[in-house]
């Protein structure tokens, strides 16, 4: 049972993209548009059975588009189990091992806390399923159960309103790569129209994909890094983002992001559908806001002061550095296997130093799978070199 639900939710999830184009980006996020469903619903209209969300007696939407079932099955994604333990305060490493050892004990759990509170209304976002004329609802796949407060802010609409802001503030950028998880989207920006000198921070540095040398191509070029979530797994934020050119290696500054968080009031029962005004206001705000941020990211004085400050740090040698990794590792929780991805991109790119570890933390992001982790270890990268600068 646990291979064949693991299955059907891989076939069922939605469809995500490491390193796609803007394009493809695009084409999907509006392909999951017309699949999307969102329904506040009580706690009495949701029930688990085999592992599934299963919603009853909730009103369709008719609009002038056609009727807009909800009553149906949902198959959760590892994201809206996180969800559930959350609402429902059941631990979300119990949960999951029911998941894995025991469904129907899973359904008496999750039941057993909805009863308890049967008027409690969340939030459920959900993707339909596909079925033809005159055939009965298919299996759908639940994304993220939620505050019934929780603010839409979908991708597709935050990127675009985005894209505004970057065109109104007439900067020369280019899309470079775009992520989409069933937790985030990630869309990195980059200007090599500005580009500052960083000798001192790469002094000595070869890109561990092609031996090419920092000496010889010491630029690092502004850019920032797009996200959003559409499942509470964080605010839509533009993050400041310098990019290595001669390995392409990004290096995000969290302390001075732009955010956006989504948090509204609370919403009648039933399908959610923004009004065109609430819709158009919240659109403007984001494209004002990105405007803004980015007339600051892609300044030359904000990245040659940022790369000052980095080479403050990036210059201390390091006697031993096997044990400068374990401790930077360590104090930053990095697991073991990135540990030794890490060590090995350290030992490749010959910078023996503490920018060195920064550096072998953002090469070793460039080769993860996993966007969510990749992101993850690149935000690491600045702390890294404070953690190795300050431990030698």
């Keep these: 049972m646990t291979q ?18 803007l394009t493809d980006l695009v084409g999907i996020l509006e392909d999951q548009n017309r699949r999307k ?23 369709s939407l008719i609009t002038e588009d056609g009727v807009t079932d909800v009553d149906g ?51 459920l976002r959900a993707f339909r399923g596909d079925s033809g004329p005159g055939m009965p609802p298919a299996e ?77 191509l010491p630029m690092i ?22 990019v290595v050119q001669v390995c392409r290696n990004g290096l995000t500054e969290a302390k001075d992001v732009m955010r956006a968080v989504h948090l509204g009031g609370r919403q009648d029962e039933g399908v959610v559908s923004w009004s065109g005004q609430t819709q158009r206001k919240t659109l403007e705000l984001i494209t004002s806001k990105t405007a803004d941020a980015v007339c600051t990211f892609l300044s030359r004085e904000y990245v040659e002061a940022k790369v000052r400050q980095m080479e ?31 060590l090995s991109h350290f030992v490749r790119g010959g910078q023996m130093t503490a920018g060195g570890v920064m550096q072998a933390i953002t090469s070793t992001a460039q080769t993860l799978t996993d966007a969510d982790q990749a992101a993850a270890l690149e935000a690491l990268a600045l702390p890294a070199l404070t953690a190795a600068a300050a431990h030698g």
Excluded at 37 to 47: E, Q
Excluded at 221 to 242: H, K
Aim: aromatic fraction near 6%; charge should be neutral.
């Design 140 to 216: 759908g796949v639940a994304r993220a159960l939620l505050s019934d407060s929780y603010k839409l802010m979908d991708n597709l609409d935050m990127l675009l309103a985005a894209l505004d802001g970057v065109r109104q503030s007439g900067h020369p950028t280019r899309v470079t790569g775009c992520d989409l998880t069933d937790r985030r989207m990630y869309v990195r920006v980059e200007s090599e129209a500005v580009a500052v000198q960083a000798r001192e921070l790469l002094r000595g540095y070869r890109s561990p994909f092609d031996g090419r040398s920092g000496d010889e």
């Design 221 to 242: 070029s502004a850019g920032f890094v797009i996200t959003n979530s559409e499942v509470g797994s964080g605010a839509y934020t533009i993050t400041p983002r310098a």
């Design 37 to 59: 469903l969102d329904v506040i619903a009580p706690a009495s209209a949701l029930r688990f059975r085999e592992g599934n969300v299963h919603v009853e007696g909730v009103e």
């Design 312 to 342: 403050a740090a990036a210059g201390r040698p390091l006697a031993e550095p096997t044990r400068t990794i374990e401790h930077v590792t360590k104090t930053l929780s990095i697991g073991a296997e990135a540990k030794d991805m890490i």
């Design 4 to 21: 064949q639900f693991a299955e059907r939710a891989a076939n069922l999830a939605p469809t995500g993209a490491r390193n796609a184009d």
């Design 73 to 123: 099955i949902y198959r959760p994604t590892a994201v809206a189990d996180e969800g559930i333990a959350d609402k429902l305060r059941i631990p979300l490493a119990y949960l999951r091992r029911m998941r894995t050892e025991n469904v129907p004990l899973l359904d008496e759990n999750v039941n057993a806390w909805l009863r308890q509170e049967p008027q409690r209304r969340f939030m």
